[in-house]
């Protein structure tokens, strides 16, 4: 089993975006098995908190649901128990880096990392741009990039 913690700054908007696209496309090809999957923030600004509501709508626009999530900081434990934390752009990993402990075990990358030839280094954050959409988009060719290496390693 592959464990990942997608991460962003507050988890409400990209990494639990990247969680439930990332789970529905896992269940979708009969694979939820061979996963656990999670968000987390590298800040505890939003701790506690729902979803964001643009994050929402996309993902039901998109026959997703999201139901009862929250959002919760990265901890210590995180970089144990994860074989991949991913965070969602260069600025997520600096932080997730720096949080890191020396001996931690979970391999730190970027989401955007394993998709060839994308002219950017990161995925948006919606909530200052408020395009959910793209960000949506990104999520989606993130996933299916990563559904394919990490099920290729899992195999």
Request: net charge negative; proline share 5%.
């Amino acid at each position: 089993m592959v464990k990942i913690l997608f991460v962003c700054l507050g988890n409400i908007c990209r990494s639990p975006m990247a969680e439930f696209v990332f789970r529905d496309y896992v269940i979708q090809h009969g694979s939820q098995k061979d996963f656990e999957i999670a968000s987390a923030a590298t800040s505890n600004w939003e701790h506690g908190n729902p979803v964001h509501s643009g994050t929402v709508r996309i993902l039901k626009t998109h026959g997703l649901k999201i139901g009862g999530k929250t959002s919760r900081p990265v901890t210590s434990a995180d970089f144990y128990h994860y074989d991949w934390i991913i965070g969602m752009d260069l600025n997520n990993v600096t932080d997730l880096e720096q949080m890191a402990p020396c001996d931690a075990t979970a391999t730190i990358t970027s989401f955007l990392s394993v998709v060839p030839d994308l002219m950017t280094d990161g995925v948006p954050d919606p909530y200052y741009s408020g395009n959910f959409e793209q960000t949506y988009e990104l999520v989606q060719l993130g996933t299916v990039a990563w559904f394919e290496k990490l099920h290729l390693l899992n195999s």
